[in-house]
């Protein structure tokens, strides 16, 4: 008989012999050895990769630009409401507000955007080889800018220069360059030397080295005194109106001078919005910019 043309197995029996009744009731998988039972372990599939968690979430999105929107408008509903004689009237006519609060934006973007151009590349500088006794001088002299009194350097600075926007970006640019230039310095000396001597030593040039390993890992603190500069030079346009540079200070001052509440009051109102509003923007900057290895928890 050919082993093609035999009888299947009957239930319960083996290739070779039947199977004992034990074996039959064991869950797959369970053998024995030497008497003991035995369960073949089953490989678990990996977990899948976790998404990373998002850095910006609807919290930061919303939270800050919902309380501003409500504080514009509890502040414009009160500003029409309240009776406002000639003089208020004359300071809030047409545009003035909308053309005052573009001035403040203007002098503010164009005073930080100097302080970047000058202050990141002076702070690398000053951490390199060649200039590294020179950092603690520079520092200092960076220092003395903000010791001074905004609105005596604005004063010399108009005796200096005369009176424009310029003399109040100028001003507002050295008053502002400090914690740039200090915390550029201060992030580039952090970072573990280790790092850079392994950087150079796969090759890297002494820019591959700088654009690619110090200046991330000393991006958080440079961002932050890119942040502190942003609201310095908010608060520090407010004094722009004394050096005919405009603003919402001309708003502030021209409250104070005709003691009009309603126009002092929206001069001041407006200038904390604007500041919280740079501080919210440059915050979303800086979790953006920060590299995943860096972020705490």
């Known amino acids: 008989m050919t082993p093609s043309s035999r009888s299947p197995s009957p239930s319960g029996s083996g ?20 008497g003991h039972a035995f369960r073949d372990e089953e490989e678990e599939p990996p977990p899948p990769p976790a998404r990373p968690a998002r850095r910006i979430t609807w919290r930061k999105l919303v939270l800050v630009p919902a309380a501003l929107a409500v504080v514009l408008i509890v502040t414009y509903v009160w ?9 208020a009237k004359n300071s809030l006519a047409g545009d003035t507000v909308q053309l005052r609060w573009w001035q403040h934006v203007r002098l503010t973007a164009i005073s930080t955007f100097w302080v970047l151009i000058i202050a990141i590349p002076l702070g690398i500088a000053l951490t390199r080889r060649g200039l590294r006794r020179a ?4 520092t200092a002299i960076a220092n003395i800018g903000q010791a001074t009194p905004a609105i005596g350097l604005l004063a010399l600075l108009v005796i200096w220069l ?11 640019v050295i008053y502002a360059v400090l914690p740039v230039l ?3 310095v201060a992030g580039l000396k952090a970072i ?9 030593g ?3 040039s002494a820019m591959g080295t700088l654009t690619k390993v110090e200046l991330p890992l000393a991006v958080p603190l440079i961002l932050a005194g890119v942040r502190t500069a ?31 509440m309603p126009v002092l009051v929206l001069g001041s109102v407006l200038t904390v919005v604007l500041a919280l509003l740079v501080d919210w923007l440059a915050s979303l900057v800086e979790v953006a910019l920060t590299p995943r290895g860096l972020e705490v928890g």
């Open 15 to 34: 290739p070779t012999g039947p199977v004992p009744a034990s074996d039959r009731d064991r869950p797959p998988g369970e053998h024995d050895v030497k």
């Open 79 to 87: 500003i029409s409401n309240v009776e406002l004689d000639a003089i």
């Open 135 to 138: 950092a603690p001088v520079v």
């Open 162 to 172: 005369g009176i424009g926007p310029s003399t109040a970006i100028t001003g507002m």
């Open 182 to 184: 200090s915390n550029t």
């Open 192 to 200: 573990e030397p280790t790092l850079v001597e392994a950087s150079r």
């Open 202 to 204: 796969i090759g890297m």
């Open 230 to 260: 942003l609201v310095l030079n908010v608060g520090t346009a407010t004094l722009a109106t004394f050096g005919g540079g405009g603003g919402l200070g001309d708003l502030i001052t021209s409250g104070i001078q005709t003691q009009r």
